[in-house]
Protein backbone atom coordinates (compact mmCIF):
# COMPACT_ATOMS: atom_id res chain seq x y z
CA UNK A 1 0.00 0.00 0.00
CA UNK A 2 1.40 3.30 -0.61
CA UNK A 3 2.48 5.14 2.63
CA UNK A 4 1.52 8.46 1.19
CA UNK A 5 -1.95 8.50 2.25
CA UNK A 6 -3.14 12.17 0.91
CA UNK A 7 -1.71 11.65 -2.19
CA UNK A 8 -3.82 8.75 -3.02
CA UNK A 9 -6.73 9.84 -5.77
CA UNK A 10 -10.22 9.63 -4.07
CA UNK A 11 -13.14 8.66 -6.11
CA UNK A 12 -15.32 10.85 -8.13
CA UNK A 13 -18.82 9.05 -6.27
CA UNK A 14 -18.91 6.77 -3.32
CA UNK A 15 -15.83 5.15 -1.76
CA UNK A 16 -13.33 2.78 -2.70
CA UNK A 17 -11.08 0.42 -0.03
CA UNK A 18 -7.75 -0.58 -0.38
CA UNK A 19 -6.22 -3.38 0.93
CA UNK A 20 -3.30 -3.19 2.84
CA UNK A 21 -0.63 -5.80 1.44
CA UNK A 22 1.28 -7.12 4.13
CA UNK A 23 -1.92 -6.91 6.69
CA UNK A 24 -4.86 -7.88 4.45
CA UNK A 25 -7.66 -7.62 6.80
CA UNK A 26 -6.82 -3.79 7.23
CA UNK A 27 -7.98 -1.46 4.58
CA UNK A 28 -7.75 2.20 3.45
CA UNK A 29 -11.64 3.58 2.79
CA UNK A 30 -11.14 6.54 0.31
CA UNK A 31 -14.92 8.67 0.47
CA UNK A 32 -15.49 11.23 -3.04
CA UNK A 33 -15.75 13.72 0.36
CA UNK A 34 -12.46 13.92 1.16
CA UNK A 35 -12.12 11.52 3.93
CA UNK A 36 -9.74 9.05 4.35
CA UNK A 37 -10.06 6.24 7.28
CA UNK A 38 -8.68 3.03 8.19
CA UNK A 39 -10.78 0.20 8.53
CA UNK A 40 -10.27 -3.39 9.90
CA UNK A 41 -12.26 -6.18 8.19
CA UNK A 42 -13.23 -9.32 10.37
CA UNK A 43 -15.44 -12.45 10.43
CA UNK A 44 -18.16 -12.59 12.48
CA UNK A 45 -21.06 -15.70 12.21
CA UNK A 46 -20.17 -15.82 8.49
CA UNK A 47 -20.40 -12.27 7.48
CA UNK A 48 -17.57 -10.02 6.73
CA UNK A 49 -17.63 -6.92 9.28
CA UNK A 50 -15.88 -3.65 9.31
CA UNK A 51 -14.65 -1.79 12.69
CA UNK A 52 -13.47 1.48 11.72
CA UNK A 53 -10.00 2.56 13.17
CA UNK A 54 -9.74 5.88 12.68
CA UNK A 55 -8.47 8.92 10.60
CA UNK A 56 -5.91 7.52 8.07
CA UNK A 57 -4.42 11.30 7.85
CA UNK A 58 -3.93 11.29 10.93
CA UNK A 59 -2.82 7.69 11.83
CA UNK A 60 0.09 6.26 10.17
CA UNK A 61 0.28 2.95 7.99
CA UNK A 62 2.93 1.33 10.63
CA UNK A 63 0.25 2.30 13.17
CA UNK A 64 -2.71 0.73 11.58
CA UNK A 65 -1.08 -2.56 11.25
CA UNK A 66 -0.52 -2.35 14.62
CA UNK A 67 -3.88 -1.81 16.04
CA UNK A 68 -5.11 -4.22 13.54
CA UNK A 69 -2.17 -6.88 15.48
CA UNK A 70 -4.22 -5.97 18.60
CA UNK A 71 -7.31 -6.05 17.54
CA UNK A 72 -6.77 -9.33 16.11
CA UNK A 73 -5.88 -10.68 19.34
CA UNK A 74 -8.52 -8.52 21.18
CA UNK A 75 -12.21 -9.94 20.28
CA UNK A 76 -14.13 -6.56 20.10
CA UNK A 77 -16.51 -5.65 22.84
CA UNK A 78 -19.93 -6.97 22.61
CA UNK A 79 -21.96 -3.89 23.66
CA UNK A 80 -19.82 -2.37 20.74
CA UNK A 81 -20.79 -5.47 18.59
CA UNK A 82 -23.16 -4.25 15.63
CA UNK A 83 -22.71 -6.92 13.49
CA UNK A 84 -24.08 -9.22 16.05
CA UNK A 85 -27.57 -7.89 15.67
CA UNK A 86 -28.03 -9.04 11.93
CA UNK A 87 -28.63 -8.14 8.84
CA UNK A 88 -32.55 -7.28 10.11
CA UNK A 89 -31.70 -4.67 12.90
CA UNK A 90 -33.86 -2.24 13.29
CA UNK A 91 -32.94 1.35 13.96
CA UNK A 92 -34.07 1.44 17.82
CA UNK A 93 -31.02 -1.98 17.81
CA UNK A 94 -28.56 -0.16 16.16
CA UNK A 95 -29.15 3.15 18.55
CA UNK A 96 -27.50 2.15 21.74
CA UNK A 97 -24.40 0.77 19.50
CA UNK A 98 -23.58 3.37 17.77
CA UNK A 99 -24.05 5.80 20.91
CA UNK A 100 -21.47 3.67 22.82
CA UNK A 101 -19.09 4.56 20.40
CA UNK A 102 -19.19 8.44 21.36
CA UNK A 103 -19.81 7.67 25.13
CA UNK A 104 -16.17 5.95 25.04
CA UNK A 105 -14.69 9.15 24.14
CA UNK A 106 -15.55 10.24 20.89
CA UNK A 107 -17.75 12.92 21.47
CA UNK A 108 -17.95 15.29 24.23
CA UNK A 109 -20.35 15.24 26.65
CA UNK A 110 -22.67 17.99 25.32
CA UNK A 111 -22.63 16.70 22.09
CA UNK A 112 -23.97 13.38 23.39
CA UNK A 113 -26.57 15.00 25.84
CA UNK A 114 -28.08 16.53 22.24
CA UNK A 115 -27.73 13.63 20.55
CA UNK A 116 -29.82 11.67 23.03
CA UNK A 117 -31.81 14.57 23.00
CA UNK A 118 -33.08 14.05 19.02
CA UNK A 119 -33.18 10.77 19.22
CA UNK A 120 -35.83 10.35 21.29
CA UNK A 121 -37.88 13.02 20.59
CA UNK A 122 -37.65 12.78 16.93
CA UNK A 123 -35.52 9.90 15.25
CA UNK A 124 -36.68 6.59 17.62
CA UNK A 125 -40.35 7.79 17.57
CA UNK A 126 -40.93 8.14 14.12
CA UNK A 127 -38.32 5.53 12.20
CA UNK A 128 -37.51 3.44 15.38
CA UNK A 129 -38.97 0.52 14.09
CA UNK A 130 -37.87 0.36 10.54
CA UNK A 131 -35.24 -2.16 9.34
CA UNK A 132 -31.79 0.06 8.96
CA UNK A 133 -31.48 -1.50 5.36
CA UNK A 134 -34.84 -0.46 4.63
CA UNK A 135 -34.62 3.29 5.14
CA UNK A 136 -35.16 5.24 2.11
CA UNK A 137 -33.92 8.32 1.19
CA UNK A 138 -37.59 9.27 0.66
CA UNK A 139 -38.43 8.40 3.93
CA UNK A 140 -36.02 10.52 5.33
CA UNK A 141 -37.00 13.46 3.09
CA UNK A 142 -40.56 13.19 4.55
CA UNK A 143 -39.38 12.50 8.16
CA UNK A 144 -37.00 16.12 7.90
CA UNK A 145 -39.78 17.71 6.64
CA UNK A 146 -42.24 16.65 9.82
CA UNK A 147 -39.33 17.45 11.95
CA UNK A 148 -38.63 20.57 10.34
CA UNK A 149 -42.09 21.46 11.09
CA UNK A 150 -42.30 21.28 15.00
CA UNK A 151 -38.76 21.96 15.76
CA UNK A 152 -35.55 23.64 15.52
CA UNK A 153 -33.34 20.97 16.06
CA UNK A 154 -33.64 19.54 12.73
CA UNK A 155 -30.16 20.34 11.94
CA UNK A 156 -28.44 18.16 14.95
CA UNK A 157 -31.16 15.49 14.37
CA UNK A 158 -30.40 14.82 10.36
CA UNK A 159 -26.90 15.00 11.61
CA UNK A 160 -27.43 12.08 14.38
CA UNK A 161 -29.07 10.21 11.45
CA UNK A 162 -26.37 10.26 9.08
CA UNK A 163 -24.19 9.35 11.76
CA UNK A 164 -25.77 6.37 12.63
CA UNK A 165 -26.53 5.20 8.96
CA UNK A 166 -22.94 5.91 7.96
CA UNK A 167 -22.11 3.72 11.32
CA UNK A 168 -23.96 1.28 9.90
CA UNK A 169 -22.27 0.89 6.35
CA UNK A 170 -19.31 0.49 8.79
CA UNK A 171 -20.74 -2.52 9.77
CA UNK A 172 -22.32 -4.56 7.33
CA UNK A 173 -25.64 -3.25 8.04
CA UNK A 174 -26.22 -1.03 5.26
CA UNK A 175 -24.22 -0.87 1.33
CA UNK A 176 -21.44 1.33 1.50
CA UNK A 177 -22.44 4.89 -0.11
CA UNK A 178 -25.99 4.14 0.61
CA UNK A 179 -26.61 6.63 3.47
CA UNK A 180 -30.60 7.95 2.64
CA UNK A 181 -29.37 11.17 4.14
CA UNK A 182 -27.45 12.28 1.65
CA UNK A 183 -28.41 15.29 -0.26
CA UNK A 184 -30.38 16.77 2.40
CA UNK A 185 -28.65 20.03 3.95
CA UNK A 186 -27.19 19.58 7.54
CA UNK A 187 -26.29 22.82 7.91
CA UNK A 188 -28.68 26.28 6.32
CA UNK A 189 -26.07 28.05 4.48
CA UNK A 190 -28.12 31.52 3.66
CA UNK A 191 -27.98 34.90 4.87
CA UNK A 192 -27.37 35.11 9.01
CA UNK A 193 -27.06 38.62 9.12
CA UNK A 194 -29.27 40.56 10.91
CA UNK A 195 -28.86 43.99 12.33
CA UNK A 196 -31.68 44.63 15.10
CA UNK A 197 -33.28 48.10 15.03
CA UNK A 198 -31.53 50.88 16.59
CA UNK A 199 -34.88 51.13 18.70
CA UNK A 200 -34.74 47.78 19.57
CA UNK A 201 -31.48 47.49 21.31
CA UNK A 202 -32.43 50.92 22.90
CA UNK A 203 -35.50 49.19 24.54
CA UNK A 204 -33.80 46.30 25.60
CA UNK A 205 -30.93 47.97 27.02
CA UNK A 206 -33.92 50.16 29.11
CA UNK A 207 -35.40 47.30 30.37
CA UNK A 208 -32.05 45.82 31.02
CA UNK A 209 -31.37 48.83 33.59
CA UNK A 210 -35.13 48.74 34.90
CA UNK A 211 -34.89 44.91 36.28
CA UNK A 212 -31.36 44.81 37.10
CA UNK A 213 -32.01 45.44 40.62
CA UNK A 214 -34.25 42.10 40.22
CA UNK A 215 -32.66 39.85 38.43
CA UNK A 216 -29.07 41.30 38.30
CA UNK A 217 -27.56 37.87 37.22
CA UNK A 218 -29.55 37.45 34.22
CA UNK A 219 -29.16 41.10 33.35
CA UNK A 220 -25.87 40.97 33.34
CA UNK A 221 -25.86 38.09 31.30
CA UNK A 222 -27.72 39.74 28.36
CA UNK A 223 -25.37 42.33 28.33
CA UNK A 224 -22.33 40.42 28.02
CA UNK A 225 -23.99 38.29 25.18
CA UNK A 226 -24.67 41.86 23.30
CA UNK A 227 -21.57 43.13 23.94
CA UNK A 228 -18.94 40.07 23.08
CA UNK A 229 -20.98 38.15 20.53
CA UNK A 230 -20.30 35.13 22.69
CA UNK A 231 -22.72 31.55 23.14
CA UNK A 232 -24.98 31.87 25.84
CA UNK A 233 -23.49 28.82 27.27
CA UNK A 234 -19.91 30.46 26.76
CA UNK A 235 -21.50 33.39 28.85
CA UNK A 236 -23.44 31.27 31.65
CA UNK A 237 -20.66 28.73 32.16
CA UNK A 238 -18.10 31.46 32.88
CA UNK A 239 -15.43 30.93 35.72
CA UNK A 240 -13.17 33.70 37.51
CA UNK A 241 -10.35 31.56 36.79
CA UNK A 242 -10.68 32.14 32.89
CA UNK A 243 -10.97 35.92 32.53
CA UNK A 244 -7.63 37.04 32.17
CA UNK A 245 -7.32 40.81 31.84
CA UNK A 246 -9.36 41.69 28.49
CA UNK A 247 -9.71 38.16 27.45
CA UNK A 248 -11.95 35.02 28.75
CA UNK A 249 -9.92 31.73 27.59
CA UNK A 250 -12.17 29.12 27.56
CA UNK A 251 -10.55 25.41 27.58
CA UNK A 252 -13.71 24.12 25.65
CA UNK A 253 -16.96 25.39 23.88
CA UNK A 254 -18.99 24.00 21.11
CA UNK A 255 -15.89 23.86 18.41
CA UNK A 256 -13.17 23.61 20.60
CA UNK A 257 -10.41 25.70 23.53
CA UNK A 258 -11.31 29.51 22.20
CA UNK A 259 -11.02 33.49 23.73
CA UNK A 260 -13.84 35.62 24.40
CA UNK A 261 -12.47 39.00 23.95
CA UNK A 262 -14.00 41.53 27.11
CA UNK A 263 -14.10 45.18 25.68
CA UNK A 264 -14.44 47.80 28.47
CA UNK A 265 -18.17 48.07 28.75
CA UNK A 266 -17.82 44.27 29.27
CA UNK A 267 -15.01 44.26 32.12
CA UNK A 268 -16.98 46.80 33.97
CA UNK A 269 -19.85 44.40 33.78
CA UNK A 270 -17.41 41.91 35.48
CA UNK A 271 -15.26 43.85 37.59
CA UNK A 272 -18.84 45.02 39.76
CA UNK A 273 -19.59 41.58 39.84
CA UNK A 274 -16.15 40.02 41.33
CA UNK A 275 -16.60 42.77 43.72
CA UNK A 276 -19.62 40.73 45.26
CA UNK A 277 -19.15 37.06 44.32
CA UNK A 278 -17.79 34.51 46.50
CA UNK A 279 -17.92 31.71 43.70
CA UNK A 280 -15.75 30.18 41.36
CA UNK A 281 -18.36 31.05 38.56
CA UNK A 282 -19.14 34.15 37.13
CA UNK A 283 -22.77 33.20 37.54
CA UNK A 284 -23.86 30.57 40.00
CA UNK A 285 -26.45 28.95 39.99
CA UNK A 286 -28.78 29.31 43.06
CA UNK A 287 -28.82 26.28 43.86
CA UNK A 288 -26.10 23.68 43.83
CA UNK A 289 -22.19 24.30 43.43
CA UNK A 290 -22.58 24.90 39.52
CA UNK A 291 -23.28 27.85 37.17
CA UNK A 292 -26.42 29.00 35.60
CA UNK A 293 -27.91 26.75 32.99
CA UNK A 294 -30.83 28.38 31.83
CA UNK A 295 -32.05 32.50 31.32
CA UNK A 296 -35.26 31.33 29.59
CA UNK A 297 -37.52 32.90 32.58
CA UNK A 298 -35.91 36.19 32.87
CA UNK A 299 -35.25 36.26 29.16
CA UNK A 300 -39.02 36.57 28.52
CA UNK A 301 -39.36 39.16 31.63
CA UNK A 302 -36.84 41.59 29.57
CA UNK A 303 -38.65 41.02 26.55
CA UNK A 304 -42.46 41.69 28.02
CA UNK A 305 -40.46 44.72 30.09
CA UNK A 306 -38.48 46.14 26.53
CA UNK A 307 -42.07 45.34 24.76
CA UNK A 308 -39.94 43.34 21.90
CA UNK A 309 -42.70 40.17 21.31
CA UNK A 310 -40.63 38.00 19.37
CA UNK A 311 -36.59 37.92 20.08
CA UNK A 312 -34.43 35.07 20.59
CA UNK A 313 -31.29 35.42 23.05
CA UNK A 314 -29.21 33.87 19.70
CA UNK A 315 -30.28 37.06 18.15
CA UNK A 316 -27.79 39.15 19.97
CA UNK A 317 -24.97 36.81 18.93
CA UNK A 318 -26.24 37.61 15.37
CA UNK A 319 -26.65 40.96 15.66
CA UNK A 320 -23.17 41.31 17.16
CA UNK A 321 -21.56 39.77 14.41
CA UNK A 322 -23.82 41.72 11.84
CA UNK A 323 -22.70 45.00 13.44
CA UNK A 324 -19.22 43.86 12.83
CA UNK A 325 -18.89 43.15 9.26
CA UNK A 326 -21.57 45.85 8.62
CA UNK A 327 -18.89 48.25 9.40
CA UNK A 328 -16.19 46.63 7.53
CA UNK A 329 -14.38 44.19 9.69
CA UNK A 330 -13.17 41.10 7.69
CA UNK A 331 -14.74 38.19 7.45
CA UNK A 332 -11.93 35.87 9.15
CA UNK A 333 -11.48 38.39 11.98
CA UNK A 334 -15.29 38.59 12.48
CA UNK A 335 -15.23 34.39 12.80
CA UNK A 336 -12.23 34.15 15.22
CA UNK A 337 -14.32 36.51 17.22
CA UNK A 338 -17.06 34.92 17.46
CA UNK A 339 -15.19 31.47 18.11
CA UNK A 340 -16.24 29.59 14.18
CA UNK A 341 -13.95 27.05 13.97
CA UNK A 342 -14.63 27.13 9.91
CA UNK A 343 -14.99 29.99 8.01
CA UNK A 344 -18.08 28.63 6.36
CA UNK A 345 -19.89 29.27 9.57
CA UNK A 346 -19.07 32.83 9.10
CA UNK A 347 -20.52 33.33 4.93
CA UNK A 348 -23.49 33.61 6.53
CA UNK A 349 -22.61 37.40 7.02
CA UNK A 350 -21.36 37.66 3.61
CA UNK A 351 -24.12 39.56 2.25
CA UNK A 352 -23.41 42.49 4.91
CA UNK A 353 -19.66 42.36 4.11
CA UNK A 354 -20.79 43.09 0.40
CA UNK A 355 -23.16 45.91 1.52
CA UNK A 356 -20.36 47.75 3.55
CA UNK A 357 -18.18 47.93 0.70
CA UNK A 358 -21.10 49.30 -1.57
CA UNK A 359 -21.50 51.88 0.40
CA UNK A 360 -17.85 52.64 0.87
CA UNK A 361 -17.21 52.68 -3.05
CA UNK A 362 -20.47 54.63 -3.34
CA UNK A 363 -18.75 57.17 -1.34
CA UNK A 364 -15.56 56.91 -3.01
CA UNK A 365 -17.18 57.24 -6.36
CA UNK A 366 -19.16 60.55 -5.36
CA UNK A 367 -15.73 62.02 -4.60
CA UNK A 368 -14.20 61.28 -7.83
CA UNK A 369 -17.38 62.61 -9.34
CA UNK A 370 -17.89 65.82 -7.57
CA UNK A 371 -14.28 66.52 -8.39
CA UNK A 372 -14.41 65.57 -12.04
CA UNK A 373 -17.86 67.64 -12.62
CA UNK A 374 -15.87 70.82 -10.31
CA UNK A 375 -12.86 70.69 -12.56
CA UNK A 376 -13.73 72.01 -15.62
CA UNK A 377 -15.49 75.00 -14.28
CA UNK A 378 -12.59 75.90 -11.88
CA UNK A 379 -10.40 75.56 -14.80
CA UNK A 380 -12.84 77.65 -16.63
CA UNK A 381 -12.82 80.69 -14.85
CA UNK A 382 -8.93 80.87 -14.64
CA UNK A 383 -8.92 80.66 -18.34
CA UNK A 384 -11.50 83.24 -18.76
CA UNK A 385 -10.13 86.09 -20.94
CA UNK A 386 -10.54 89.92 -20.56
CA UNK A 387 -13.20 91.12 -22.45
CA UNK A 388 -11.69 93.64 -25.30
CA UNK A 389 -13.78 96.24 -27.38
CA UNK A 390 -12.60 96.75 -30.82
CA UNK A 391 -14.54 98.45 -33.54
CA UNK A 392 -17.75 98.39 -31.56
CA UNK A 393 -18.23 94.43 -31.49
CA UNK A 394 -16.66 92.13 -28.06
CA UNK A 395 -14.27 89.67 -29.47
Known amino acids: MNTDIAALPLPLRGEVILRDTAIPALGLRLRCSGARTWVLFAKLAGRTTRETLGNACHIPLAAARR ?74 AQWYLDVAARSTAIRMALSTLSGLMLYAEDHGLREAGSNPCRGLSKKWRGQRGHLLPTATIRALWAALDQLQTRMPDACDAVRLLLLTGARRSEILSLEWDWIVGARAVLKDSKEGPRTIWLNAPARTILDARIDKSSSPFVFPAPKGNGPVKVIDRAWAAIRTEAGIARLRVHDLRHHFASVAVSNGIDLHIVGQVLGHHE ?48 GGRHD
Request: charged share 20%.
Open 67 to 140: MADQAAINAPLPSLSAPLLGSDARISELWPHFLAVGEAGRWKPGTIRNMRSVADQHILPSLGRTRVRDLTNEQV
Open 343 to 390: IDSTLGYAHLASDALMKSATRVSKVIDRSMRSSPAVQGKRRQPTARVS
